[in-house]
């Protein structure tokens, strides 16, 4: 066991008993084939508890995306985003020779699992934003991956944007059904849709 | 028999073969019994059955291990235990942002701290703690966070998990480590009387109250919830613990007593957690939306962490140890 894998498997506990991170597989076995995950995004630990949730054998195939100014700023962050979680780096910068989604095609293209939050920041309102449209592309692009929708709830509890110590809170991510592509639709309808599909994850309330 | 005779490992010993062997028998039976063909009620009480049963066997196991492993590791264990039931507690308690550094305060100050204490056998702090320091120490923390919106609701909340959830069950170790004159090393007899009469309590007022069908004292907490059915589960626990008395340092009217006071105070702290729960809007603890239905953590050990305490005090100052 590598260091890396060591460190992996030691934050998978602790988020486990900080949170639970039960995942909930209700429209999907959990697999090892090729898939993007995409769900709401409410807080830095969304990431974790997901990672958390897969099972172990599916953890170092399924990749989350991660900034390239911020998280490799500094040796640690640059080695936990890399060794830890193999994560595909995007530059924030729009440049015009590139484009920002290529990473992502390429780690596609490789046969790995991507894991997107496709409001593209953290919202601190009960529901998601409106979804930006790189779901979009590489769902047209990419039309033998099949997208899994993901809830994941309590977690902006366990720890609310600026606190650095999370509280325990039991929190759940629950896997919907594979959204399907219709044919002749365009990207607003598609992106209202997958908006709409990881909505219908949230468990109901008491 | 000559079971006095025994030393005390010996005894100590024989109290797990028999509790164990109980269980094992239990589950045979249970086996036996689904080979039959059922209809759909019995096969629902037949997996009501199973889970109860898988939740005693954890219970009798974790009580093992916390015998085998000392004072040290009976703390750890209850202590593990008791912060996963606080985790239950806050995950239907509406916190807010201005709560996070007075949970914290609570998940890793306080909980570790009082363990702390009691596998110390500092008992004179280990029973004020909680109620007097603590009491200040969490307020003060969330005010220091500037939020005043329902500050005494978010506040008393979080008091109430850690009374219930850290409090109440750190007097289950602790009375594995109470040190009785001429009863050392005999801890484990202690907690098992308790648990036995506390349970033993709970199923008897649950039997009464499907016998008896009286009126439920308060129908829109918990249906099967009758004096009569209250006082005849205390009755029983009192006879069960009378009956037991020579596991413990008591003779037979004050295990009697304690048993009948015990057991009073676990299913009336049943009645409070069920008043709770109904309060949150569910039916049980643990996570709302479990796939598994199976009850929390929290719902099986309620009644312990509201009797443990209360029986340890009342055996502290009647018997001044």
């Given amino acids: 066991m590598t260091r890396a894998d060591a460190f992996g498997f030691l934050l998978a506990f602790v988020a486990r008993l900080i949170t639970g991170a039960q995942g909930h597989w209700k429209g999907c076995p959990p697999k090892a ?45 640059h080695w936990i985003t890399r060794e830890v979680f193999h994560a595909v780096y995007v530059s924030r910068q729009r440049t015009d020779e590139q484009d920002p989604l290529e990473p992502l095609i390429d780690a596609l293209t490789h046969g790995d699992s991507l894991v997107i939050f496709p409001e593209g920041t953290r919202s601190a309102k009960p529901e998601p934003l409106p979804f930006k449209s790189g779901l979009y592309h590489l769902a047209m692009q990419f039309p033998q991956i099949q997208l899994i929708p993901a809830w994941i709830d309590n977690v902006q509890r366990v720890m609310p944007k600026g606190e650095v110590v999370p509280v325990p809170i039991l929190c759940t991510v629950t896997f919907g059904a594979p959204l399907a592509r219709i044919e002749g639709e365009d990207k607003r309808e598609f992106l209202e849709r997958a908006r709409d599909a990881v909505l219908a994850q949230r468990p109901a309330v008491a | 028999m000559g079971l006095r005779t025994l030393s005390v490992n010996e005894q100590v010993a024989l109290l797990f073969v028999i509790m164990f062997g109980v269980l094992v028998l239990a589950w045979v039976i ?27 066997w954890i219970g009798a196991m974790l009580f093992w291990f916390a015998w085998m492993s000392g004072p040290v590791g009976a703390t750890l264990l209850f202590g593990i ?23 914290l305060l609570a998940f890793f100050v306080v909980l570790p701290l009082q363990f702390v204490l009691a596998g110390g056998r500092w008992f004179d702090l280990f029973t004020v703690f909680i109620p007097v320091y603590v009491f200040l120490a969490i307020p003060v923390v969330s005010a220091l966070a500037g939020d005043p919106g329902r500050f005494l609701e978010r506040n008393a909340k979080i008091q109430w998990g850690i009374m219930v959830c850290v409090y109440g069950l750190s007097h289950a170790p602790a ?8 009863y050392a090393g005999r801890g484990a007899f202690l907690l098992f009387f308790l648990v036995i009469v506390t349970a033993s309590a709970q199923i008897a007022q649950e039997a009464a109250s ?28 009192a006879l ?45 603890w643990g996570h709302a939306s479990a796939l598994t239905g199976a009850v929390g953590l929290l719902d099986r050990i309620a009644p312990l962490a ?14 001044d140890v």
Wanted: net charge positive; hydrophobic share 50%.
């Fill in chain 1, 33 to 77: 084939e090729q898939r993007i995950y995409f769900a709401n995004h409410q807080s830095h630990f969304d990431w974790v508890l997901i990672w958390a949730a897969l099972p172990s054998e599916l953890r170092a195939s399924t990749r989350p995306i991660a900034a390239r100014d911020y998280w490799t700023a500094t040796p640690f962050k």
């Fill in chain 2, 30 to 56: 249970w086996f036996a019994l689904s080979l039959r063909d059922m209809g759909e009620a019995a096969q629902q009480r037949h997996g009501r059955f199973a889970r109860d049963l898988r939740a005693v």
């Fill in chain 2, 81 to 103: 235990v008791s912060f996963l039931a606080l985790r239950e507690f806050i995950t239907l308690m509406h916190t807010r942002r201005g709560d996070h550094r007075g949970l």
């Fill in chain 2, 175 to 182: 009375l594995l480590i109470l040190e009785f004159p001429g």
């Fill in chain 2, 210 to 237: 499907r016998w008896l069908r009286t009126r439920p004292a308060a129908r829109h907490i918990d249906r099967s919830f009758s004096a009569r059915a209250w006082w005849l589960g205390v009755a029983s626990a």
């Fill in chain 2, 240 to 284: 069960i613990g009378g009956a037991m008395y020579w596991v413990t340092p008591f003779k037979p009217l004050q295990a009697l007593a304690l048993a009948a006071l015990a057991a009073g105070a676990g299913t009336l702290g049943e009645l409070v957690m069920r008043a709770l729960k109904r309060d949150a809007g569910v039916a049980s």
């Fill in chain 2, 306 to 319: 509201f009797s443990a305490p209360i029986f340890f005090h009342l055996t502290r100052w009647y018997f």
